[in-house]
């Protein structure tokens, strides 16, 4: 694509500023958990209609709109991002802070939602000079690992070439984008261990079996698999969120409930791993004469960008910030993302685009005082575009 083609690129993303952020704003006053954002994509569907860009419903929450290129047949391309919001307060103060107690887009995905639509109104005007296909996936449910699946399983991504997909970034400065081939997120499994003891008087500790104090030792027991059962050159996170039991002082406890996070790179140490949680709890609930039922969610698969994907983004995102500015060995991430459903499908990359200008826009994502520069936004629109454009004149 000619130097001038893309400032004219820049121009029209520019002249979408207040449209991006308003939207953004939009969003991010009103946010909706996982397989909730029923507001969030009716808003999503009526700037789709408005630009006048078709679109079919996937599942309740989700949408794939299309763009055909006026050149004649060529690759699909897919776009992607994702909407949902997280169950958690919003403490940033600001005059678009989340109008739902409890709810808050923590993570940017409000972002990912408008710079998409910024992008697919520039995209609109330019379907004269590209040949083949964009679509554009509005994603629910990612932190919950729900919402591509929607997408991968109902068949409508089946004949797609090529993915793309962006998330904004706290850790990063603004004006930096990240575009690292190979593993960059890990996968996600999301564990559930309820331990069923027997109730009692605590005085009498003998005529119980404390499920307390059994799902206590577990979840010391469980910190032993990445110290003791896999290789120190593999990357694991075995974590745990959530210990609850109990319902008063004196009775022994009947039943805990331990939920916990596998993370890994290596879809055989991920095997491994699992197994050795089942099974360390399994014993060391037998150990105190106690049970146990295990439950596994597959969340995400690991995220491994393709080489020459990173490549092409790599040259796609100097065009808008310039080479110096592209980080190509970001380090990998245990954070998991299901943007990894659509690699499955076809080779692609995920990019992150820096947001962090000052204080206010440092907090780490899933704070409760996350927010972004907006200027971000603009970057995030001009990189799905100029990517897009450059895949298709060029496909791989």
């Known amino acids: 694509m000619s130097t001038l083609t893309q400032q004219s690129i820049h121009e029209q993303v520019a002249a979408q500023e207040e449209y991006i952020v308003s939207l953004r704003r939009h969003f991010h006053q009103h946010p909706e958990v996982s397989l909730k954002e029923y507001k969030t994509i009716q808003r999503i569907r009526e700037e789709l209609e408005e630009i006048g ?13 299309t763009l055909e290129g006026g050149k004649g047949p060529g690759p699909k391309l897919l776009l992607r991002a994702d909407i949902d919001a997280l169950p958690m307060d919003d403490r940033t103060g600001t005059p678009y802070a989340s109008v739902h107690p409890g709810v808050n ?48 399983r109902g068949g409508f991504v089946d004949d797609v ?20 081939p190979g593993p960059s997120n890990a996968s996600c499994d999301i564990f559930k261990i309820t331990v069923h003891g027997k109730s009692g008087h605590v005085s009498n500790p003998d005529q119980g079996r404390d499920a307390l104090v059994s799902a206590a030792a577990i979840v010391t027991e469980l910190q032993t698999i990445v110290a003791r059962e896999v290789k120190p050159s ?13 319902t008063n002082y004196n009775i022994i406890a009947n039943e805990a409930t331990i939920e ?58 100097a065009k808008i910030v310039g080479a110096e500015n592209i980080i190509t060995n970001a380090p990998k991430s245990m954070g998991a993302d299901d943007f990894a459903d659509f690699l499955a499908v076809a080779p692609g990359i995920y990019c992150f685009v820096g947001t962090q200008s000052s204080e206010q826009t440092a907090f780490n994502h899933h704070h409760e005082q996350f927010d972004i520069d907006e ?22």
Do not use: M
């Open 53 to 65: 860009i078709p679109y079919v419903n996937v599942g309740e929450t989700g949408v794939l709109a």
């Open 105 to 152: 887009h923590a993570c940017g995905h409000d972002g990912h939602a408008s710079a998409l639509l910024g992008a697919a109104k520039v995209l609109k005007e330019r379907t004269a000079d590209f040949a083949g296909t964009i679509v554009l996936a509005f994603q629910p449910a990612e932190e919950i690992g729900a919402g591509a699946r929607q997408f991968v």
């Open 234 to 246: 593999d990357e694991v996170v075995v974590g745990i969120g959530v210990l609850r039991a109990g």
């Open 260 to 317: 916990g996070t596998v993370r890994t790179f290596d879809p055989a140490v991920r095997q491994q791993v699992l197994e050795a949680v089942e099974r360390i709890a399994r014993l060391t609930a037998e150990a105190h004469r106690t049970s146990i039922e295990f439950s596994n969610y597959d969340a995400a698969a690991p995220l491994i960008n393709d080489e020459r994907a990173a490549e092409h983004a790599f040259q796609a995102a």
């Open 375 to 396: 200027k971000g936004l603009l970057h995030a629109a001009e990189l799905h575009v100029t990517y897009a454009l450059d895949y298709l004149e060029n496909p791989f």
């Open 161 to 180: 070439d090529h993915v793309f997909g962006i998330h904004l970034s706290s850790r990063n400065p603004l004006g930096k984008i990240i575009a690292t």
